[in-house]
């Protein structure tokens, strides 16, 4: 069974910053593509960053220049450094591992993130 674990999540100030990690198990990491979600309550689920296999990546408008996700294969773990935080930027953020031939997903559990003063 494999899992997917974010964490580094927490309260920052407005101007802030934050890196969340997330980890998934199985010797498949490297073969996957990745992506970085949120979510507000009330609202849909929102695509925040991608990385494919091959590290080519992929932001929201709403978050370029300001975000930078990069993945460390060795490790099995994706990364999501957040800078120059704003209040909207306050959601729950979900990792999901995708499989990039099948429709394959597997989704962390979530970790909050506040920005807030």
């Known amino acids: 069974q494999v899992q997917v674990v974010e964490s580094g999540g927490g309260l920052v100030q407005p101007g802030g910053s934050l890196r969340l990690s997330c980890t998934a198990s199985g010797s498949m990491f490297s073969h996957n593509d990745m992506d970085w979600y949120r979510q507000v309550p009330g609202k849909e689920r929102e695509l925040v960053a991608q990385?494919?296999?091959?590290?080519?990546?992929n932001y929201a408008n709403s978050v370029k220049g300001r975000f930078t996700i990069s993945r460390a294969n060795a490790k099995n773990t994706v990364y999501l450094q957040m800078n120059s935080l704003k209040p909207e930027d306050t959601a729950v953020y979900y990792c999901?591992?995708?499989?990039?031939?099948?429709?394959?997903?597997?989704w962390g559990q979530g970790t909050q993130v506040t920005v807030s003063s």
């Open positions: 999901r591992m995708r499989n990039p031939w099948r429709p394959i997903y597997y």
């Open positions: 990385i494919t296999n091959g590290g080519s990546t």
